[in-house]
């Protein structure tokens, strides 16, 4: 939600509490929903990573777990 600063800010310029807890619901709610989405990224690359364990050469799954740690890394840092 909304941090601390960014509350006492918004409010100290006379924006009404409502708004600020809808605000503060919808990033929430945006969170969630990015987690979500995370989630179901991470768990599409396990269950590729295990596929490819057994039908692609060791070129290819390198290649793969490569690709997989570096969209690993991008969620993470989008997380922040």
Do not use: C, W
Not at 62 to 78: D, G, P, T, V
């Amino acid at each position: 939600g909304l941090n601390e600063k960014s509350y006492e800010e918004l409010l100290s310029m006379g924006v009404p509490l409502a708004v600020l807890r809808v605000v503060d619901y919808q990033k929430r709610q945006q969170a969630q929903a990015l987690n979500a989405n995370n989630n179901q990224l991470s768990n599409f690359l396990t269950n590729k990573r295990s596929v490819t364990s057994s039908t692609h050469t060791s070129s290819d799954k390198n290649s793969f777990l490569n690709a997989s740690k570096i969209l690993q890394r991008i969620l993470q840092e989008h997380q922040k």
